[in-house]
């Protein structure tokens, strides 16, 4: 089965940085999209940001030019840099990857790392 496992939350303060990091396995391939999700308590759950298996990107207003999302495909892996943090981004933050099996598409996640963000 499809696995994605995130690490790297924390807790930061204003302004600092944190990289997240997911790693997939169970058939997940440099072809398919990934991405993050985010969600916290009184908020939508946002889009954050993706990553085409081709390599093109899409941020959330919210994060551009703050966030930026890479993957690795040697080591089927995924990461979002998350720089000039802010209260506002404080939220679990889950790992995504749409993989297509048997011409259908379907979405997997992985079990949230909470970022936080406070003085």
């Known amino acids: 089965q499809v696995q994605l496992v995130e690490s790297g939350g924390g807790l930061v303060q204003p302004g600092g940085s944190l990289r997240l990091s997911c790693t997939a396995s169970?058939?997940?391939?440099?072809?398919?999209?990934m991405g993050w999700y985010r969600q916290a308590p009184g908020k939508q759950r946002e889009l954050v940001a993706s990553i085409a298996g081709g390599g093109p990107t899409n941020y959330a207003d919210s994060v551009k030019g703050r966030f930026s999302i890479s993957r690795d495909n040697a080591k089927n892996t995924m990461a979002l840099q998350l720089d000039s943090l802010q209260p506002e981004d404080t939220s679990t933050y889950y790992c995504?990857?749409?993989?297509?099996?048997?011409?259908?598409?379907?979405?997997?996640w992985g079990q949230g790392t909470q970022v936080t963000v406070s003085s």
């Open positions: 995504y990857a749409e993989h297509w099996f048997a011409g259908v598409p379907r979405h997997y």
């Open positions: 169970g058939g997940i391939s440099s072809s398919d999209e």
